[in-house]
């Protein structure tokens, strides 16, 4: 599935490894409530960034054959990607994907991923459905505590807030808008983990597929707003899971979504919003993917 090399960190261990890899910034040009993003090198570095970040799920490719080599077709199937970002990561920097497989036969593993220079860009966990075992963010939800001062980016937000349907899909060659300003073709062609997956018929789905990165696009370039925020907040991604519960998903095919808000939370420097993204074949009830994602506002842009 991947000709990407996975060894184990050293002769007995139960740690594997893939490659140092140098995950790309496509979101220079992103927008949204009429300035540039976290992606933007200036304005990340008004915010005391070192310049414009990576954005977190692109790191999720590099655990892609992690989990091919642990679970096989099932992973492509039923996997599951659920971290919580430590540190940002900035275009050029090198970094390497961890998990270790001394559980996997229960249906999961720890992972994390470092620099080069050993510093933590995220930890986690990746599983194996159709009966997912709880993931690194279940945890994270489940020891929530509740944000007690007043929320004044996030005032309007409330939790069971919950959209109507939309339908969405990724078109391999168009661009995703502002928010997404690149291709699902110019994506692959920097993509961190090539695969014959996600390139044509040759693979056991006989099309393309989508990459479990882009299942976060697909959720999130056209999603209907669920509350308003200050127009110059900034956001960033604290937290993210994308599950495939009846997988793979797939390029050029329509969908549909809706989106719910099951926590808020906060600290010193953020609000955070945490909203759960169901994904469905059109007209049916039981949702094929989801997707939870924690956005933090930056307290300090508005």
Same mark, same amino acid.
């Given at each position: 599935?991947?000709?990407?090399?996975?060894?184990?960190?050293?002769?007995?261990? @139960? %740690?594997?490894?893939?490659?140092?890899?140098?995950?790309? #910034?496509?979101?220079?040009?992103?927008? !949204?409530?009429?300035?540039?993003?976290?992606?933007?090198?200036?304005? +990340?570095?008004?915010?005391?960034?070192?310049?414009?970040?990576?954005?977190?799920?692109?790191?999720?490719?590099?655990?892609?054959?992690?989990?091919?080599?642990?679970?096989?077709?099932?992973?492509?199937?039923?996997?599951?990607?659920?971290?919580?970002?430590? #540190?940002?990561? !900035?275009?050029?920097?090198?970094?390497?994907?961890?998990?270790?497989?001394?559980?996997?036969?229960?249906?999961?593993?720890?992972?994390? $991923?470092?620099?080069?220079?050993?510093?933590?860009?995220?930890?986690?966990?990746?599983?194996?459905?159709?009966?997912?075992?709880?993931?690194?963010?279940?945890? =994270?939800?489940?020891?929530?505590?509740?944000?007690?001062?007043?929320?004044?980016?996030?005032?309007?937000?409330?939790?069971?807030?919950? @959209?109507?349907?939309? =339908? %969405?899909?990724?078109?391999?060659?168009?661009? $995703?808008?502002?928010?997404?300003?690149?291709?699902?073709?110019?994506?692959?062609?920097?993509?961190?983990?090539?695969?014959?997956?996600?390139?044509?018929?040759? #693979?056991?789905?006989? =099309?393309?597929?989508?990459?479990?990165?882009?299942?976060? %696009?697909?959720?999130? !370039?056209?999603?209907?707003?669920?509350?308003?925020?200050?127009?110059?907040?900034?956001?960033?991604?604290?937290?993210?899971?994308? =599950?495939?519960?009846?997988?793979?998903?797939?390029?050029?095919?329509?969908?549909?979504?809706?989106?719910?808000?099951? +926590?808020? @939370?906060? @600290?010193?420097?953020?609000?955070?919003?945490?909203?759960?993204?169901?994904? !469905?074949?059109?007209?049916?009830?039981?949702?094929?993917?989801? %997707?939870?994602? #924690?956005?933090?506002?930056?307290?300090?842009?508005?």
């Amino acid at each position: 599935m991947f000709a990407t090399p996975v060894s184990p960190l050293e002769p007995g261990s @139960s %740690v594997i490894a893939g490659p140092l890899r140098a995950p790309r #910034n496509l979101l220079g040009r992103q927008t !949204y409530g009429d300035h540039a993003s976290i992606h933007d090198d200036l304005t +990340a570095q008004k915010l005391g960034f070192r310049g414009g970040t990576v954005e977190g799920p692109t790191h999720f490719s590099q655990f892609a054959p992690l989990g091919a080599l642990l679970w096989g077709e099932d992973w492509v199937r039923h996997g599951c990607v659920s971290a919580h970002f430590r #540190n940002p990561a !900035y275009d050029g920097d090198e970094v390497r994907a961890f998990a270790d497989r001394a559980t996997a036969e229960q249906g999961w593993a720890n992972v994390w $991923m470092t620099k080069a220079d050993g510093l933590e860009i995220l930890t986690g966990t990746i599983s194996v459905g159709p009966d997912h075992p709880p993931t690194a963010l279940d945890m =994270r939800l489940k020891d929530l505590k509740p944000y007690a001062e007043p929320l004044r980016v996030l005032q309007a937000a409330r939790v069971g807030m919950r @959209s109507d349907r939309r =339908r %969405v899909r990724i078109s391999t060659h168009e661009q $995703m808008g502002d928010l997404y300003p690149f291709s699902l073709r110019e994506k692959l062609e920097v993509i961190t983990e090539p695969s014959p997956l996600y390139e044509g018929p040759d #693979n056991p789905f006989g =099309r393309p597929t989508l990459p479990m990165e882009m299942l976060s %696009v697909l959720t999130n !370039y056209d999603a209907p707003p669920l509350f308003r925020t200050d127009p110059r907040a900034i956001g960033l991604f604290a937290d993210q899971e994308i =599950r495939l519960l009846q997988g793979p998903l797939f390029p050029d095919e329509d969908y549909e979504i809706d989106r719910e808000i099951v +926590a808020l @939370s906060g @600290s010193r420097r953020t609000e955070s919003v945490w909203i759960m993204t169901r994904i !469905y074949r059109p007209g049916e009830e039981a949702p094929i993917a989801t %997707v939870l994602l #924690n956005s933090a506002f930056l307290k300090d842009s508005v």
